[in-house]
Nanobody, 126 residues
């Protein structure tokens, strides 16, 4: 089992940047594929980015490709999401998630993820 805690959300102007972090408990963090998802008001939760257990393989939603970068540090049990060139439509609650049966390619479907953080709010003003 793993517990996830997100941080780094906030209010930023369009074109700005934020870096989200997710801290994981437990000694088996490197065995989990990790993902970031987001949920805007009155919308379904959607995939943003995912990274494999080793960090070698990544995947991104088309809407964030070229602007967001996912990374992980298995020694520190953290996964990060660097968000650049933010747009108002990026406004959402961002969730970190862990996939205990992770393989390749990394999972993009919500139902593949077993553990979730509480979320962190990102608001992008125009």
């Amino acid at each position: 089992q793993v517990q996830l805690v997100e941080s780094g959300g906030g209010l930023v102007q369009a074109g700005g940047s934020l870096r989200l972090s997710c801290a994981a408990s437990g000694r088996t963090f490197s065995m989990f594929g990790m993902g970031w998802f987001r949920q805007a008001p009155e919308k379904e939760r959607e995939f943003v980015a995912a990274i494999s257990r080793s960090g070698i393989s990544t995947n991104y939603a088309d809407s964030v490709k070229g602007r967001f970068t996912i990374s992980r540090d298995n020694a520190k049990n953290t996964v990060n999401l660097q968000m650049n060139s933010l747009k108002p439509e990026d406004t959402a609650v961002y969730y970190c998630a862990a996939d205990r049966d992770s393989g390749l390619p990394v999972a993009v479907r919500i139902e593949k993820y077993d553990y979730w953080g509480q979320g962190t709010q990102v608001t992008v003003s125009s």
